[in-house]
């Protein structure tokens, strides 16, 4: 075990480095909310993935193989949710953010509904289940004790959760907000339109052989 959680770790963070949808709703989150708000998100990411981790270690992979139609249903209702998400950001595109004469934001959302979308976002890629369950089955021995498991789903969440961590952080400073504004309804049409790319393509994933 020693030699296999370092390993995990390195492939666990190079999948959270990757650009999917969790990297552009925290990033449009630390732009557009506040960096509070980001933060809440990547920890509703975290959560959503150590949900995710410890799922796999009980071998949801193979429970997708005994019922295929469970994995079918995950995956269209996590299309289904990154369309719905990338039809919002393009919809409110061309709105203005309300920002003072002193450049703070607008007023934040709950931070309820910031976790609750950074959960839900986390969790409608139900591929994220099988990464997760394909890593650890290369790499955790057969047959490890509990107790030498028990940290791999933490492992996964502070990796997961301190690397969006990073992101709201370095998206929030004033500067990239300024960009941001100054290109903000082409920004946010480039990010609806890959989210709602990224959920057609789990949708088209049902209908092809």
């Not at 919002?88 to 959302?109: M, N, Q, T, Y």
């Not at 609750?116 to 969790?123: H, L, P, V, Y």
């Not at 369950?133 to 107790?147: D, I, R, Y």
Request: glycine letters at 8%; aromatic letters at 10%.
């Amino acid at each position: 075990m020693s030699v296999a959680i370092p390993a995990i770790a390195l492939a666990i963070a190079m999948g959270a480095v990757s650009p999917g949808p969790s990297f552009l709703v925290v990033a449009r989150t630390a732009l557009a909310i506040s960096r509070e708000d980001a933060l809440v998100v990547a920890l509703g990411m975290g959560f959503g993935a150590i949900g995710f981790a410890v799922l796999a270690l009980f071998g949801l992979l193979l429970v997708f193989a005994a019922v295929p139609l469970l994995y079918l249903l995950m995956k269209a209702a996590g299309g289904a949710y990154l369309c719905h998400m990338g039809y919002r950001i393009w919809r409110d595109a061309p709105k203005p953010l309300a920002i003072d004469a002193s450049g703070e934001k607008g007023a934040p959302r709950t931070r309820w509904r910031s976790f609750s979308i950074g959960f839900a976002t986390q969790i409608s890629n139900p591929k994220t289940a099988v990464v997760y369950t394909t890593v650890f089955a290369s790499l955790l021995p057969p047959g490890a004790p509990w107790q030498s498991v028990w940290p791999v789903p933490l492992l996964v969440f502070f990796i997961e959760a301190g690397w969006y961590c990073v992101v709201g952080v370095a998206l929030s400073a004033a500067a990239a907000r300024a960009r941001y504004l100054a290109s903000k309804v082409w920004l946010d049409r480039a990010a609806g339109a890959v989210m709602t790319a990224l959920g057609l393509k789990l949708l088209a994933d049902l209908l092809l052989p």
